[in-house]
């Protein structure tokens, strides 16, 4: 069955820049969406397709694609921006939707 | 502003059913794919379904098909998720999310919490 594949966890200091990946074959097919998550709370969409940022969202927090794998890179990361932050995609026929294992960023 | 609420969740023996709603407000509904999603306890988030804006089209994921219906009433601006022969494993908050046209899953519920348990 089709994956979407994280690192299960990232740690940078604040000020720093943080990159978390996702792999997956149907990527350079479809696009990627990354969903930020704090404790006891429900995820935010944090980008969409690939690179965008929906409104409200920080401008430290970019998006690339390149091939098989996506970025979310966090420029700057302040404390706040400790959470988990999943990936998402869909199969490639667009018919199966699902999440990357979720990546835990520990701002040190 | 846009808002999605939850309700439904509870304790179920294994074997026996339970169905979720999602009441939307301040949006347009009929016009939004509807997605579940959910969350075990300590585990990462899971996709279950996706239901089109009107209903015409429906997909589930393998751990679900079969056993949960998503339906929705535009009428009503509620979305639902019928759930049989609920296993331990179904145990998770679920989340019913908007769908906004391509442009991800911009819109989460607070979630509902399905405890499968004898």
């Known amino acids: 069955s089709y994956e979407l594949t994280q690192p299960p966890s990232v740690s940078v200091s604040p000020g720093q820049t943080a990159r978390i990946t996702c792999s997956g074959d149907?990527?350079?097919?479809?696009?990627a969406y990354w969903y930020q998550q704090k404790p006891g709370q429900a995820p935010i969409l944090v980008m969409y397709?690939?690179?965008e940022r929906p409104s409200g969202i920080p401008e430290r927090f970019s998006g690339s694609s390149s091939g098989t794998t996506v970025t979310l890179t966090i420029s700057g990361v302040q404390p706040e921006d400790e959470a988990d932050y999943y990936c998402?995609?869909?199969?490639?026929?667009?018919?199966?939707?699902?999440f990357g294992g979720g990546t835990k960023l520990t701002v040190l | 502003q846009v808002q999605l609420v939850e309700s439904g969740g509870g304790v179920v023996q294994p074997g026996r059913s339970l169905r979720l709603s999602c009441a939307a407000s301040?949006?347009?509904?009929?016009?939004?794919?509807m997605h579940w999603v959910r969350q075990a306890p300590g585990k990462g988030l899971e996709w279950v379904a996706i239901?089109?804006?009107?209903?015409?089209?429906?997909y589930y994921a393998d751990s679900v098909k079969g056993r949960f219906t998503i339906s929705r009433d535009n009428s009503k601006n509620t979305l639902y998720l019928q759930m049989n022969s609920l296993r331990a494993e179904d145990t998770a908050v679920y989340y019913c999310?908007?769908?906004?046209?391509?442009?991800?899953?911009?819109?989460w519920g607070q979630g509902t919490t399905v405890t499968v348990s004898s």
């Open positions: 999310a908007r769908d906004n046209r391509g442009e991800g899953m911009d819109v």
């Open positions: 301040r949006f347009t509904f009929r016009s939004y794919g």
């Open positions: 239901i089109w804006y009107d209903g015409s089209n429906k």
């Open positions: 149907a990527l350079p097919k479809q696009y």
């Open positions: 397709k690939d690179s």
């Open positions: 998402q995609s869909t199969d490639s026929s667009g018919t199966y939707w699902m």
